[in-house]
Each structure stands twice: as C-alpha cells, then as structure tokens.
C-alpha cells in the first residue's frame, strides 16, 4: 500500500497562486492514478484533478481548468498542483489519492488518501 502526505496549504488572498504538493511511500509509485480531492464543511469531497500513471494523461473538473494545473514526477514519487488565481470558491481541505485501477473522478475510486493540507483564500 501506499501512504500520502500533502503540503503546501495556507491562507492567501484572491487572486494570488500557491502550489500543492503530495509525496508518496511505501509502494511502487508509478502503478498508481493520483487524483486531487477538495471538501469544503458540510459538503461532499470534489473531485479537482487527476493524472495518469506516466503523467501523460491529466484530467480536471470544469471549474479548475486553465486555473489548476496537475503533475507528478515519477523520479521523486511526488504530485503537484499548481493553483492559480485563486478565489475565495476554492477555499477547502485538499486531499491527495491514489488508485491502482486507472485514473478517475470518482471519489469511491481510491484506496487510499492523505491526511488533507488546508487552503484558505481570503477576500
């Protein structure tokens, strides 16, 4: 199995850009899809963003796209996502996943997950 710490969360303000990062242990990285999640109290985890296992294929929510970009880097056993211009919306927990299967948007989809890293986007 694999286990996934996030970082890179903070507090920003609108308009301003900040980068996430999920590294992976455990496990062969690249059998993995890794997928970025979202949840914001009281609401259901949001699939964000999801990348294939060579990193060749990317996928994202229509929200994010062209504002949020997804990578990893198979050398370093790490996942990105870059965010910018962000606005008070994307404010949420932001979890890291992974699945062996294929990648997905679907949240029941992953096995397993990170703790979470918490963005907050002022006004």
């Known amino acids: 199995q694999v286990q996934l710490v996030e970082s890179g969360g903070g507090l920003v303000q609108a308009g301003e850009s900040l980068t996430l990062s999920c590294a992976a242990s455990?496990?062969?990285?690249?059998?993995?899809?890794m997928a970025w999640f979202r949840q914001v109290p009281g609401k259901e985890r949001e699939f964000v963003a999801a990348?294939?296992?060579?990193?060749?294929?990317?996928y994202y929510v229509d929200s994010v796209r062209g504002q949020f970009t997804i990578s990893r880097d198979n050398t370093k056993n790490t996942i990105n996502l870059q965010m910018s211009l962000l606005k008070p919306g994307d404010t949420a927990v932001y979890y890291c996943?992974?699945?062996?299967?294929?990648?997905?948007?679907?949240?029941?989809?992953?096995?397993?997950w990170g703790q979470g890293t918490q963005v907050t986007v002022s006004s």
């Open positions: 996943a992974a699945n062996r299967r294929s990648s997905s948007r679907t949240e029941s989809d992953y096995e397993y």
């Open positions: 455990g496990d062969t990285f690249i059998s993995y899809a």
């Open positions: 990348v294939s296992r060579t990193g060749t294929s990317l």
